[in-house]
């Protein structure tokens, strides 16, 4: 009887240290169980929002933008500003894409936009990099975009690749640009994000798109890279350059995330409902300019809510205020029906600390349970979006499958609440060990993190008392090391050569 004990114990073992068979918590769960605003709240900071459009207006809007938001509805205001009726905003938010596909080059990598679906992705313009050596920062280069881009090609939790950090060995903005794509499209086969500085760089960076896609104008028919555009300059005018690039890219089909990015007490109000009735108005008039151009084309409604210290006019990411901000507006936006943009884990801190993985999981798991169709800036960022980091990409990762956990929940079923289980536990052995209840359960319903350490202090010690910091370096640096992928064919590498300024 004994040995049947020992045995059945060193099954349990062996079935606890195998890797799950099914992930329990993919990517795309469903979010919008915290709803940090009532009902008359959202309706509200909504008609503040349309009184602000209807009665203020936009300012500094460009010629060609007039001229179309005048034939579908808005009005002169006298002093150089433009109004947009409710009635307009309405019509543009009735007409508005409710959901549509970020394709990846690798269609098993497309993710939907839209709906309930949650999905962590990154952003940023990180001017500094975490080096992975000296653990100290320095200038960010292109090798570094680069890297990044392989390292997350490998975490399942990316949903989504945005440039994180800004080439600045690269001075001339087209070389730039151009070589920002380059990078994006060589490393990895998700959807991916950029920036353009003018509208004339859009169309030869389509070109290079198209020769990645297949041929001309397969890039258009199947666009698997979207443009991050900031038109709306607070508080409430338009920016003429990014309004340009809009126009530049609807022609070419490259979705778009129009992101407002207010700054609490600075260009919005410092009171949280004031900040996002003006932050709601501004990036409801980057609809209205879409709906102006061309009805219903894909946008991502990114209305991002960011707060500065107050007591310094510092930027701050990573506070309650910031979680709380993020959270209303991805549930004003879900209130409107549109695909949901904000930015969350945005730490302030410079070292991978405390108060990084504090700042982090606070926010970004805010963001997640209010439903944030995509949630940017979600990985690797550090030092109020100054900074990037390696190790950072690789524990937040695993941060993304925690939420992920929560966001899924629990079954409430017969077989899962196991009535017949607990008696035959109760009755029997007097625990659950080892129990084909909880072997299913065990497979099923529990995350198992590979970075997090849960041993006991002393086989820690034993191990070389390693922080989670040195474990996430090692495994960047084993990434980086081995994950050198080549999604570009010798003849399209060699085509993009010859038409284009590459420098790696």
């Known amino acids: 009887m004994a040995r049947r004990r020992g045995g059945g114990r060193e099954e349990r073992l062996a079935q606890r240290a195998a890797p799950p068979v099914v992930n329990?918590?993919?990517?795309?769960?469903?979010?919008?169980q915290y709803r940090p605003l009532t009902a008359?709240?959202?309706?509200r900071i909504h008609d503040a929002a349309l009184r602000l459009l209807a009665e203020l207006g936009m300012g500094e809007v460009p010629d060609r933008l007039r001229r179309d938001l005048l034939a579908v509805g808005a009005?002169?205001?006298g002093n150089g500003r433009l109004l947009m009726p409710r009635g307009l905003v309405e019509d543009a938010i009735d007409k508005a894409a409710k959901s549509f596909t970020l394709h990846g080059r690798d269609p098993d990598r497309s993710i939907e936009v839209g709906g309930d679906k949650v999905y962590f992705g990154t952003g940023g313009a990180a001017v500094q990099t975490l080096d992975l050596d000296s653990g100290l920062y320095r200038p960010s280069t292109l090798a570094d975009l680069h890297d990044f881009t392989r390292l997350q090609d490998t975490l399942a939790n990316v949903g989504w690749f945005t440039r994180c950090c800004v080439a600045t060995d690269v001075p001339d903005n087209y070389d730039l640009d151009v070589n920002t794509a380059y990078a994006l499209i060589r490393n990895?086969?998700?959807p991916v994000a950029t920036s353009f500085t003018l509208a004339e760089y859009v169309e030869p960076i389509v070109q290079m798109l198209d020769i990645a896609a297949g041929g001309e104008g397969a890039f258009a028919r199947r666009p698997f890279l979207k443009a991050h555009i900031s038109p709306i300059i607070s508080p409430m005018r338009y920016g003429e350059d990014a309004v340009d690039v809009v126009y530049e890219c609807i022609r070419h089909n490259i979705p778009i995330s129009c992101i407002t990015a207010a700054q609490a007490g600075a260009t919005a109000p410092a009171t949280l409902s004031g900040f996002l009735a003006q932050s709601l108005a501004e990036t409801l008039a980057s609809l209205v300019m879409v709906h102006a151009i061309r009805p219903g084309f894909p946008m991502v409604f990114s209305n991002w809510p960011l707060v500065i210290d107050l007591r310094?006019?510092?930027?701050?990411?990573?506070?309650g205020e910031t979680a709380w901000l993020n959270a209303a507006s991805a549930q004003l936006s879900n209130w409107l029906g549109l695909p949901s943009?904000?930015?969350?884990?945005m730490s302030d801190a410079k070292a991978i600390d405390a108060q990084y993985g504090v700042e982090k999981g606070l926010t970004s798991l805010a963001a997640a349970l209010a439903g944030g169709n995509l949630i940017y800036e979600s990985s690797g960022m550090t030092a109020a979006l100054l900074g990037a980091s390696f190790e950072g990409f690789v524990l937040d990762d695993e941060m993304h499958s925690h939420t992920y956990r929560v966001l899924r929940g629990a079954e409430v079923s017969e077989?899962?609440?196991?009535f017949d289980a607990i008696c035959d536990a109760v009755q029997g052995e007097g625990h659950f060990l080892g129990g084909g209840h909880t072997l299913a359960a065990m497979e099923r319903d529990y995350f198992y993190p590979g970075l997090a350490d849960r041993e006991e202090p002393r086989t820690w010690a034993e191990a070389g008392a390693e922080d989670a910091w040195t474990v996430a370096r090692r495994k960047a640096r084993e990434i980086l090391d081995t994950h050198h992928p080549e999604y570009l064919s010798t003849a399209q590498d060699?085509?993009?050569r010859e038409r284009f300024k590459i420098l790696t």
């Open 24 to 32: 329990p918590c993919p990517p795309g769960q469903v979010g919008g």
């Open 494 to 496: 060699r085509e993009i």
């Open 75 to 77: 009005q002169e205001a």
């Open 312 to 319: 310094t006019g510092a930027f701050s990411g990573g506070g």
């Open 341 to 345: 943009g904000v930015a969350a884990s």
């Open 415 to 418: 077989e899962a609440i196991g």
């Open 188 to 190: 990895t086969t998700k």
């Open 40 to 43: 008359p709240d959202l309706q």
